[in-house]
DNA sequence: ATTTTTAAGTGACAAATGTCCTTTCACCAG
DNA sequence: CTGGTGAAAGGACATTTGTCACTTAAAAAT
């Protein structure tokens, strides 16, 4: 029989009893959203943070001349929030979209922090992701600054062969901080 | 009468008493480098970190064709390390250098487990400039993708205005992502 | 003080990438 | 099926940035 996506995701740094993982999920709520619908707008507060079942979504800010930089993708068994909005009760300066039709598990700040004190095993996997977080992106802004767009794009199809086909070609440009057209240049060879 | 640095650091978090400073400070060594030597080099196992007293240093990684990209710098009151290899035990991928003659603290892996364990203060310490260093990472991130070498550039001069005089525009150059005649360029004008 | 070494500034040119505009293609609603 | 909408491809040109070669300045060593 399947395991629950959450769970296999949590037990891949720890392993849980039923019972853990029962408690652990009876905390989350389930979110279902629309393609194209948003889940964060930019000056919103954030209240929870959410496991992705189902769908895809982006992360991004958009700066004063209208450009916008995509900061995060989320699909199947990712986390997606606003971090710094979410830790630290300050409105959002990202905004969360989806990218489709979207099925999500959502946990509340205060139950987080619930489970966190009452399951060791959670804050340890908190941890570990939280960790996990920092030298990804250690080795994003390293490959943003030694690399060319090309070894970027390339890097990036190697890496979520799943999302490249996914996805509009206008985000994962905004992603790699080059424009849609030098895409397209790049892999017509 | 003059705090010293490392208290006057840990207590912009939170305040201590005497006798816990004492005790913090009593589990540092203390380390003096002449300019040009190396800290850590790649490959080594890394045991300590560092906060910096006096002097400066930069963490760097040098790609297969030879070329440097800087991690991070560190003067007076900042914290050094190679982060990943100190944390799992494992070989650095990152080197450091002293840009000056450098004298520095430095704690170990355990007693730093240990000082987290019996001063909840200095694990609260640590959280925050743990999430501290997150929240500027995604900024630099953010500012690689978005802005150009001109941007970048005068965000580090009005960021560190102490900084850009004293180190090498080379190594500047090499923490922004530019050449160094693309710095040259910039503040002819 | 003099030499030697290292860092920085400069100009000319090449390469990479951005911008703008037009065309093509795929998909969805009616 | 059809018209419409949005995404992607492609070409032409502008701009930014990199590279190389050389000069100048500053710093370190003797």
Redesign the interface.
Known sequence: MMSHPLRTHIESVSKLTDEEFDYILSHFTTVKLKKHSSLVREGDLVKHEYFVLKGCLRSY?T?NTG?E?T?QFAAETWWISE??AF?KHIPASTAIECLEDCQLLALSYEDRAKLGREIWKYEHYLAVK??M???A??K???L???GSAKERFENFVHQYPHLYNRIPKTHIASY??VSRETISRLYRK
């Open positions: 800010v700066d450009k930089f900061y971090r710094e830790m939280s960790n977080g920092y030298v992106l250690q994003r802004l390293q943003m600054i030694m790699l901080g």
